[in-house]
């Protein structure tokens, strides 16, 4: 159903774009989000966008350096990462159909996750 691709390796202060396809009924969502996962660490959020694009949402964390975007004409959600930083780093998970609040991580369908390893 949710598809991530484009994780990675990179140099503190670079870019990365992430994306996310989507199929079936992870389609049949108003909003998508994105979180991630370190070693040893709890699911958090970081960043969803409603399905046309007019409201978008940031864990401060991330405010002012990724950008959530959708392409609903493609089927996809991309997350820009710029100005990375090795905290980073975590396994990144795409999510649709959230079943509570949306900044929180219980959502019905996830992607199968994405490794971005920032280095210093």
């Known amino acids: 159903q949710l598809q991530a691709s484009g994780g990675g390796l990179v140099q503190a202060g670079g870019s990365l774009r992430l994306s996310c396809g989507a199929s079936?009924?992870?389609?049949?969502?108003?909003?998508m989000a994105w979180f991630r996962q370190a070693p040893g660490k709890e699911r958090e959020f970081v960043a969803a966008a409603v399905r046309d694009g007019s409201s978008t949402f940031y864990d401060d964390s991330v405010k002012g350096r990724f950008i959530i975007s959708r392409d609903n004409a493609m089927n996809t959600m991309n997350l820009q990462m710029n100005s990375l930083k090795p905290e980073d780093t975590a396994v990144y998970y795409c999510a649709s159909n959230p079943r509570g609040p949306y900044r929180n991580a219980d959502y019905l369908y996830w992607g199968q996750g994405t490794q971005l390893t920032v280095s210093s």
């Open positions: 079936g009924r992870a389609l049949n969502t108003w909003i």
